[in-house]
């Protein structure tokens, strides 16, 4: 009696040379291209560009009343004195002025003195911010009072970094005096060179 053929393998061969088959074979193919196509089909991007990037300057500058023109090396003859006596005293006022560029950052400046000449050690310094002539810088706003000068080198006058907006001015009041005590030098001189730096 001849073998029936397998029934399960045969309804696979008929499945797969079936019309029906063929045809969700062919639109799964469809499908497949369709959605590798549709990927990338919409795109979009967008850019900002920056205005000029500029920097600043600072621009640090002094006059006084006996040299009202602008300058970096100012000559501060106001502040000295000849055949001083203990107890005596002189005072003149100094301007400040920044004269630089972008005022976002506003900068900062700190005053030093360096002196020299044996009666150097024997003066004291008073510094104001608005301080008058009449009284000797005791008045406005304190910045140092009654400072021993010393023979180092940039010596701190006052706190560092004191603020100056761009375009603005500081009026700053300078007296150096000669105490009674102890007993200065005779026949002694001394040079005082006050620098302003400043910083941002």
């Not at 600043?56 to 009343?65: A, D, E």
């Not at 920044?98 to 005053?111: E, M, R, S």
């Not at 024997?122 to 008045?139: E, F, H, I, W, Y």
Request: aromatic share 2%.
């Amino acid at each position: 009696m001849p073998s029936r053929p397998d029934r399960p393998a045969h309804r696979i061969r008929h499945l797969l040379t079936s019309t029906r088959f063929r045809a969700l074979l062919a639109l799964g193919m469809v499908l497949g291209v369709g959605g590798v196509t549709t990927l990338a089909a919409w795109t979009s991007s967008a850019t900002a560009t920056s205005g000029n990037i500029t920097t600043g300057s600072i621009n640090l500058q002094l006059n006084s009343t006996a040299q009202p023109t602008l300058t970096k090396s100012l000559n501060f003859s106001e502040l000295g004195k000849s055949g001083m006596i203990p107890g005596d005293s002189n005072t003149a006022l100094i301007k400040v002025n920044n004269l630089g560029t972008g005022a976002t950052v506003p900068p900062k400046y700190t005053i030093t003195s360096t002196s020299g000449g044996a009666l150097t050690t024997s003066l004291r310094m008073t510094v104001s911010s608005n301080g008058t002539v009449a009284n000797k810088c005791t008045d406005g706003t304190n910045v140092v009072s009654s400072l021993a000068l010393t023979l180092t080198a940039n010596q701190a006058i006052g706190a560092v970094d004191r603020p100056l907006p761009v375009g603005a001015t500081e009026n700053l009041c300078v007296s150096v005096q000669l105490p009674t005590t102890p007993t200065p030098p005779t026949n002694s001189t001394s040079n005082i060179v006050l620098t302003f730096t400043a910083k941002v």
